[in-house]
């Protein structure tokens, strides 16, 4: 099957999204002179995310992530005092669902118009290794400048899941990279990792980590390689403002809203991905990921939130990207 592309387009907002990956593609606002810019990176046509030499550079730009998005420690965790041993795709550990994750599939339509589309797919037991049939749909949402996007899935057994959208942020159509890019965020603790695993433990941020007032992203690249980093939020489940994003010359400001209790940020150290939109390469930090998600390796934590879905239950998330 080919994937296809969808245009949601309201008179303020106009964003694509192809059937392969559940893919953000392009995202279209206005500039302070009234030019429309697209604001995220991905690639030239629908079957370019197919190619090996695209798929290869791990950039997943855009890309719906699932069953679990982000790092899980050693590919393996217990449940029911079963242990389940998943794909190593990431140094020693399993990353956003494994080798063909929910990035690499293709997704049926339930229902598209003009400003709205629900897409779905059914993970079917032992896929990439994880337990049970999860039924999972994803619905866009065009509203003036905001998109919003509703998770939500059911499973016949007990699994694990943490679905989330990888779309990386460049609000300046001709900047080469992101380091002139305010960022704020609306908290000061993030996860202390090893090896960007989770030890349990929080730090407070300070200095160049200190995005509570906001401050462009150039000195945590220069002085620590930018940010790749889960930041923890005190929401109870409540939909909140988690971080703002401001280009001066652009003048477009976005920001993120989440009822997650996690936003990892990237500031895209690793990018390499060639032959993208409009001929580009895109190198390191030639856009930040804004993923919002439950912490990483929460199968691994008890203590964390918990990322287990029991049959019966429904699994239901928003996070809103917008434009002010």
């Known amino acids: 099957m ?17 059937t392969f990956g559940a893919t953000l593609t392009r995202m279209l606002t206005s500039d302070r002179q009234g030019q429309k810019v697209d604001v995220i990176l991905g690639l030239e046509q629908a079957e370019d995310y197919e190619a090996l030499d695209y798929t290869a550079t791990g ?11 982000n790092r899980i420690a050693n590919g393996c965790f217990d ?3 079963k242990k389940y041993r998943l794909a190593i795709n990431n140094g020693k ?15 049926e339509v339930e229902k598209a118009s003009s400003d709205s589309l629900i ?32 998770y939500e899935a059911v499973s016949d057994q007990k699994c694990f899941v943490n679905l ?49 007032n906001p401050q462009p992203l150039k000195a945590v690249i220069d002085h620590y390689g930018g940010l790749d980093d889960c930041f923890v939020f005190e929401n109870a489940g409540k939909l909140i403002r988690m971080a703002e994003l401001w280009d001066a010359e652009s003048g477009i400001k976005l920001y993120v809203c989440s009822d997650y ?10 990018l390499d991905v060639k032959h993208a939109k409009d001929g580009k390469h895109y190198g390191p930090y030639a856009g930040v990921a804004l993923e919002a998600q ?23 998330k928003t996070t809103v990207y917008g434009f002010e």
């Open 2 to 18: 080919r994937p296809q592309i969808y245009i949601l387009k309201n008179s303020q907002l106009e964003v694509s999204i192809s």
């Open 59 to 69: 950039a997943y730009l855009g890309a719906a992530i699932g069953r679990y998005a």
């Open 79 to 81: 449940l029911d005092g």
């Open 93 to 107: 550990n399993h990353l956003h669902g494994g080798v063909q994750g929910f990035d690499k599939k293709i997704w």
């Open 119 to 150: 897409l779905t797919y059914c993970s079917p037991d032992g896929e990439e290794a994880y337990p049970g049939t999860l039924q999972v749909k994803i619905a866009f949402t065009l509203h003036e400048k905001e998109l919003r996007i509703e």
């Open 164 to 212: 989330t959208h990888h779309p990386y942020f460049n609000l300046n159509s001709t900047a080469l990279d992101i380091r002139d890019h305010v960022l704020k965020l609306y908290t000061d603790r993030y996860l202390k990792t090893n090896d960007l695993i989770p030890d349990g433990s929080f730090v407070t941020v300070t200095g160049d980590y200190d995005f509570t």
């Open 261 to 270: 209790p996690g936003l990892q940020v990237y500031t895209g150290r690793f």
């Open 294 to 316: 439950y912490w990483p390796d929460s199968p691994n934590h008890p203590d964390f939130p918990s990322t287990l879905l029991l049959p019966g239950e429904i699994y239901r």
